[in-house]
């Protein structure tokens, strides 16, 4: 791995204090540089397999806050909560807050490529949280700093049930579960001026009706459904 220079050494090290950490802290700062490094800068030294770990440790901090704040929360509710937290938009729009655009390498044509910098932002930061937990192999260098946001963030969406994300939550599990995507089949079931509800939405998976429900659009009609048929996959695998 190659070593940091002197004038990128100071950028990471002013991201480091925005962060909250010390500069007297465990950080490989070859992890950290690499993890803000754009495969258009490198096509072998780049942030990919550190947004692959962090991709699990975003997801393991949110967690952890979610079961410390909230331990009466359902865990369908968890899991609706978490897709939020872990979504593109949100952790692109913490890496915003901490300017992480200053200090992301990136080459060519990706650097005006407006379109995809939610999406490069989100998997930069990823990366970070990644080369952070492999300096010390836990989260001491993350949660000080992350727990908030998360806690914040949560309480926001908690206190508008509009914003859980159960399509995320089933989309994942019928994944991890049979490696395919569940069907929405959508009907629109009245005029506007005649109910709120406009559509109706049921959710199959393998030929099989996994929930439905009702919304004023498809997209509110398809969560609707998400979160019946999630609510009771996680009822039917408690123990």
């Known amino acids: 791995m190659s070593p940091v220079y002197p004038r990128r050494q100071r950028q990471l090290e002013s991201l480091v204090q925005k962060l909250g950490l010390s500069l007297n802290a465990p950080i490989k700062w070859q992890l950290l540089d690499l993890g803000l490094t754009h495969p258009t800068v490198s096509e072998s030294a780049n942030y990919e397999q550190l947004e692959f770990v962090g991709d699990a440790v975003v997801r393991l901090v949110a967690a952890i806050v979610l079961w410390k ?98 399509k995320a939550a089933l989309q994942e599990w019928t994944q991890a579960q049979f490696k395919v995507l569940p069907e929405y089949r959508v009907v629109e079931v009245s005029q506007p001026h005649h109910t709120q509800e406009r559509f109706a939405a049921q959710v199959w998976l393998h030929e099989k009706m996994l929930g439905e429900g009702k919304g004023r659009s498809i997209k509110a009609a398809e969560q609707a459904a998400a979160k019946v048929a999630f609510l009771a996959i996680s009822a039917q695998e408690k123990p």
Not at 106 to 116: L, Y
Not at 141 to 156: G, N, S
């Open 69 to 166: 704040h909230y331990p009466d929360c359902p865990v369908g509710d968890f899991a609706a909560i978490r897709s939020v937290l872990v979504s593109d938009r949100i952790l692109a729009q913490l890496a915003r807050e901490y300017g992480l655009e200053l200090y992301l390498l990136v080459a060519g044509s990706a650097t005006a490529d407006q379109v995809g910098q939610e999406s490069r932002l989100a998997d930069a930061f990823e990366a970070v949280l990644g080369a952070l937990y492999l300096s010390t192999h836990n989260l001491e260098l993350i949660r000080p700093w992350l727990d908030p946001h998360f806690q914040k963030l949560a309480t926001e969406i908690r206190l508008d049930p509009a914003r859980l994300n159960y």
